[in-house]
Structure formats: structure tokens, C-alpha cells
Nanobody, 123 residues
């Protein structure tokens, strides 16, 4: 089992920035960030693989950056130029075998999930 705890969410105005963190109880090869807005399905945001390779959804490319500190088992998501449509609950996910890159970031590819942290962007 892998426990994941997200932090760093909050309320910001459009154009602002937030950095999310996810503390993991152990290392896994692949980790990702997902989000779920009100009345919407959970969608992939960004993912990072065992070799440090990253993948981003088109709607966050150029604005969000995923990174990880393997020594501390912490995953980060730097979110800049936030828009109201970025408002959602953001979830951290991990998996030992998920492939990152070359395909969509899919919730079903990840086994372990955190409880989420709310991000609200006002216009």
C-alpha cells in the first residue's frame, strides 16, 4: 500500500499561482496529478515517470510543471497563470507500473490515490 497526502490547495485570483505537494509513504515509479471539477469526470493533468519523463494535458501545457523529490518521496505541481476553469479538486496518484508519455494520462492507470486538495480560481 502507498499512502498519499496532498497539500497546497487554496483560493486565488485568475492569473495567480499555487504549488501543490503530495507526500508519499514510499517511492513508486510513476506519479501523477488529476483533477475533478463539479459535475465533471476526473481528468489527467500531469504525470512523471521513473526516468523523470513528464507528460501534460493540453489544457495545462506551458502553465503547470510537475516535479518530484525522490529522496523525500514528494510530488509537486507548480501551477501558474491559473484560470477559473482550473477550479477543481486536485488528486495525487501513484503506480508502480504506469507508463508515462506517448498516451493520455488516464485515472485507470494509477492504483493509489490521495484524498485531494481543493483549488479555487476566481475571475
Amino acid at each position: 500500500q502507498v499512502q498519499l497526502v496532498e497539500s497546497g490547495g487554496g483560493s486565488v485570483q485568475a492569473g495567480g499561482s499555487l504549488r501543490l505537494s503530495c507526500a508519499a509513504s514510499k517511492y513508486t515509479h510513476s506519479m501523477g496529478w488529476f483533477r475533478q471539477g463539479p459535475g465533471k469526470e476526473r481528468e489527467g493533468v500531469a504525470a512523471i515517470g521513473r526516468d523523470g519523463g513528464t507528460s501534460y494535458a493540453d489544457y495545462v501545457k506551458g502553465r503547470f510543471t510537475i516535479s518530484r523529490d525522490n529522496a523525500k518521496n514528494i510530488l509537486y505541481l507548480q501551477m501558474n497563470s491559473l484560470k477559473p476553469e482550473d477550479t477543481a479538486m486536485y488528486y495525487c496518484a501513484a503506480d508502480y507500473w504506469a507508463v508515462v508519455g506517448g498516451k493520455a494520462i488516464r485515472p485507470k492507470d494509477f492504483t493509489y490515490w490521495g484524498r485531494g486538495t481543493q483549488v479555487t480560481v476566481s475571475s
